[in-house]
């Protein structure tokens, strides 16, 4: 019978051949997934016999891998801020720049919020993010799709969330019908090159609404800041994660709309990734 170390290693091979950017890390989530144990106890137990029944459980989680599934969406959850979200092929699987602009939200905003919006929700993290930090708040998060709403309220609900989030069905600002003190929002944004460039992780397997609005990759950001003093209170603030090449485009764009200011901010690589909206008096 192989072992715990044998595994691994054998699956860190198949991994290289498939081309998957960290082999030996995922082998070592994906055995520790089948054996319900964290990673670091792997490493206690490397001559532990892996019997027939747990080889059948890991081999189709391979097999995924290896066709390059992520492996957030084959362990069924990922991490973000200091909670676990359920994710699956419905929603995009929550970024790390998501969390540094949250961090920006947070830095920026006193504790102050009465209402706040996630637009683009997917699978809720912005949204839940909002309603643990600003307990006080109304929260209100809305998608395009019905079927990331479900997922979203799923994980709402898991975090002991459900009665402090609204979600609504809506494109963009269509069904909102109230202001807010604060908006949010990772919209879709690459462009058309964009996204015949990206890994297959993400051109393959993660909703194609949740990477691009369009061929320029700018249209959901445009809506988004157009409509920004609209739905904003006064003394209000819009948040956006954005590309990184996006910055001269979008601050060109924010030119036509005289009543607003829009600023760039760059996150801990030093790439301008989120713009801040405030309405100008
Ligand atoms: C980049 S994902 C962000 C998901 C999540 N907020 C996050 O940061 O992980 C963009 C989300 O916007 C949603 N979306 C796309 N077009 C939309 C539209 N017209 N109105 C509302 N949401 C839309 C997608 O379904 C997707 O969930």
New binding site residues.
């Given amino acids: 019978m192989e072992t715990v170390l044998e595994i691994l290693k054998k699956t860190e091979t198949f991994f290289k051949k498939y081309g998957v950017e960290t082999p030996r890390l995922d082998a070592e989530h994906l055995v520790a997934h089948v054996l319900d144990c964290n990673r670091m106890q792997l490493y206690l137990d490397f001559e532990r016999p892996l019997q027939e029944d747990i080889l059948e459980k890991l081999r189709p989680l391979l097999k995924r891998r290896a066709s390059r599934e992520p492996l957030q969406y084959i362990l069924g959850t990922a991490a973000f801020m200091d909670f676990e979200l359920k994710v699956d092929a419905r929603?995009?699987?929550?970024?790390p720049e998501?969390e540094e602009l949250l961090e920006l939200v947070f830095e920026e905003t006193d504790g102050n919020i009465g209402s706040c919006i996630?637009?683009?929700?997917?699978?809720g993290?912005?949204a839940c993010a909002l309603a643990r930090k600003y307990p006080g708040a109304d929260v209100v998060a809305?998608?395009?799709?019905e079927e990331?709403l479900e997922l979203a309220l799923h994980n709402a609900a898991s975090l002991g969330l459900k009665d402090r989030i609204k979600f609504v069905r809506?494109?963009?600002f269509e069904a909102v019908d109230q202001t807010f003190d604060l908006i949010v929002?990772?919209?879709?944004?690459l462009s058309d090159a964009e996204l015949n460039e990206i890994e297959p992780e993400v051109a393959d397997f993660e909703?194609a609404?949740?990477?691009s609005?369009g061929p320029t990759g700018l249209e959901?950001i445009n809506e988004l800041i157009s409509n920004a003093t609209k739905f904003l209170n006064h003394g209000g603030s819009m948040f956006l994660?954005v590309g990184s090449n996006q910055a001269q485009s979008i601050l060109s764009m924010a030119e036509k709309f005289s009543n607003v200011k829009v600023v760039v901010k760059s996150d801990l690589a030093g790439k301008n990734r989120f713009v801040t909206v405030r309405a100008v008096d």
């Fill in positions: 929603c995009l699987i929550p970024r998501t996630d637009l683009g929700t997917g699978s993290a912005i809305t998608d395009i799709s990331t809506s494109s963009w929002s990772n919209p879709p944004y909703p609404q949740a990477l609005s959901a994660e």
